[in-house]
């Protein structure tokens, strides 16, 4: 199956600092990624949608200044953390769709990127 | 607005019992409808998917899932759990866009 992979997988920062968390797709392409945030013991948050070659498109309440998303190429999207701070604290996973057509089709998900902000 | 409503946050069940997971969701278009499953330190991969036909849908390690439409339900079941299916199971909705909506999850956990 499609692999999709994250780095890093844990990363603890200073608040006030940015941090950039990578989503590649390994043996596949992908002109669209999807970047979730996952709290502990809940779901997955769409946070927005990475378009290769476009603006990324972001959820409803999620600040597209905080989260800078680009989608460099068709095998990676990166997501910045900017001046992150304690509460931007979570596990963010990335992922892949594998089929195209009108409605969404299987995900397939990074591992995810545990962030740590002290 | 569109979501996904999983009906258990946590199940305990010895090895061998019956598992059904419940799943609602809210969205008035089309769907495709999955399952998936995130075993203890792995990542999130699908279980089943149901896009269209036989609404009875049947996936890896003998887990299976029936659309009921009307009901807008989309529950997961398996007649004989094992230890090795502890696990967090989301259910989740595709809808158009490529968006993807997933429920709260339900751990299961299966006693050896």
């Known amino acids: 199956g499609a692999v999709v992979s994250q780095h890093p997988s844990w990363v603890i920062c200073k608040s006030g600092t940015s941090v950039k968390i990578e989503c590649r797709s390994l043996?596949?392409?992908?002109?669209?990624m999807f970047w979730y945030r996952q709290f502990p013991k809940q779901s997955l948050m769409l946070m927005a949608t990475s378009n290769e070659g476009s603006k990324a498109t972001y959820e409803q309440g999620v600040e597209k200044d905080k989260f800078l998303i680009n989608h460099a190429s068709l095998t990676l999207s990166t997501l910045t953390v900017t001046s992150a701070h304690p509460e931007d604290s979570s596990f963010y996973i990335c992922?892949?769709?594998?089929?195209?057509?009108?409605?969404?089709?299987?995900?397939?998900f990074g591992p995810g990127t545990r962030l740590t902000v002290l | 607005a569109q979501s996904v409503s999983q009906h258990n946050h946590h199940v305990i069940l010895s090895e061998a019992a019956s598992l059904e997971l419940g799943c609602n969701y809210s969205y008035g278009g089309t769907v495709n409808l999955f399952w998936y499953v995130q075993y203890p330190g792995q990542h999130l991969q699908l279980l089943l998917k149901y896009f269209s036909g036989d609404p009875l849908v049947k996936g890896i390690k003998g887990f299976e899932a029936e659309f009921i439409k009307s009901k807008f339900s989309f529950n997961l079941r398996k007649p004989s759990v094992q230890w090795s299916d502890t696990a967090e199971y989301f259910c989740?909705?595709?809808?158009?866009?490529?968006?993807?909506?997933f429920g709260a999850g339900t751990r299961l956990f299966v006693k050896a």
């Open positions: 992922s892949a769709p594998g089929g195209g057509g009108a409605v969404a089709d299987t995900q397939y």
């Open positions: 043996d596949f392409q992908a002109t669209t």
């Open positions: 989740a909705v595709g809808t158009g866009g490529f968006k993807t909506i």
